[in-house]
């Protein structure tokens, strides 16, 4: 048998019998990373995620992906005991029957790690519908016609300038026309590297900022008109996540879009920003805001009140990778995509074939993944090394 899992076959639309899942599996994986990713909350040096595997009655694996912060092996738990139990059996297209039996599983309100092993399961299903129906998912969705996305460099390092340097030319040398970088305490720092980036990068690239919660409201202000000075155009959760009258009031003070959503789990949360227009710029991840189902929603709210959406990726990997460019290019209010260009074998060796990555950028887009369901295998060697025992 070939070392990549054999492409499962599609099925037409107009059969009506029920597409029976027979079996989830789930696998823990974890990997260290060459490059440690230095941020405001320090440097994080391992990647793990949670793989799916939902297979039917008529032989067709989804794959679905579940962001790990703490350990893989704790969301493999929650899929194998609380989730597979509840969906085993039912049929695999009632995608929106099965979310909701998923999360009867939550005692109280949605979120932490079972929502992001929801999230892997979900999107899981939605594979198999697109390869049921031999579409891609973004297809599925509606679609708004893109073959390619805008895609930024993710993200320069919080790092002595030496390296950041480095990280720059290297993001320029790929053809990058839009770059994030990381920033910290304190305040003059951030402002003094918004500035020297600037000058690295010259006028015509397009920058943002990312500060994962390293300010107050009132440092947080001070860093977004430096910003607005150094030509940055997004200003990524300068305050912690779910302090939301503090996204309010610096909403309203500060001369640059703001931009959070990463931490959010659900719709519901989701819409408590844009509603209150606490943010022009809303990021759900789609291996922790519930999967496709969950953040399909949060993409449609967003276009519901005319605010710019852009997917998270952070540490995931390739499967999270395919069904972000998939969202991506169905979602109305698509602004760009966080592409991670340090190397991480989870995003660049799981999967075949490889989406999303630096590699893959010409003119500074990325092309959207043209077969049907995600339109990835896995590759099961890979799978294997890196599967955490």
Known sequence: MSDLAAAQPSRPDSEDRPLRITAVRSHPLSV???????????????SEILVVEVETSDGIVGLGEGFCRISSR????????????????????????????????????????????????????????????????????GGMGRTELRAYASSVTWSDEATVEKEVQL???????????????????AIRRAHF???????????????????????????AHGLVDAGFLFFEEPIIAHDREGYRLLSRRSPI????????????????????????LIQPDIARSGGITETWRIAELAAAHHTAFAPHMGLSGAICAAASLHIAAAAETFLTYECMYYDNPLRSELCEPVVGERQDLKDGKLPVPTGPGLGVRLNRSVLERFTVR
């Open 257 to 280: 879009r703001l931009a959070a959503g990463e931490a959010d789990y659900v719709g519901s949360e989701a819409l408590v920003r844009l509603h209150d227009r606490s943010v022009g």
């Open 197 to 223: 980036v600037r000058r690295l990068v010259g006028d015509g690239i397009k920058l943002y900022a990312d500060a994962n919660w390293a300010f107050d409201v009132d440092d947080a202000l001070r860093v």
């Open 32 to 46: 260290r990373l060459a490059q440690p990713q230095l941020s405001a909350k320090g440097a994080h040096q391992v």
């Open 74 to 141: 704790i969301h493999a738990a929650f899929v194998d005991q609380l989730l597979a139990p509840r969906i085993v059996g039912r049929d695999a297209r009632d995608r929106r029957a099965l979310w909701k039996a998923m999360r009867a599983a939550i005692s109280g309100q949605p979120g932490g790690q079972i929502v992001e092993a929801i999230a892997a399961v979900d999107m899981a299903l939605w594979d198999i519908a697109g390869q049921h129906a031999g579409q891609p998912v973004h297809r599925l969705l």
């Open 171 to 189: 993001v320029l040398d790929a053809g990058f026309k839009e770059i994030k970088i990381k920033i910290g305490q304190p305040v003059e720092d």
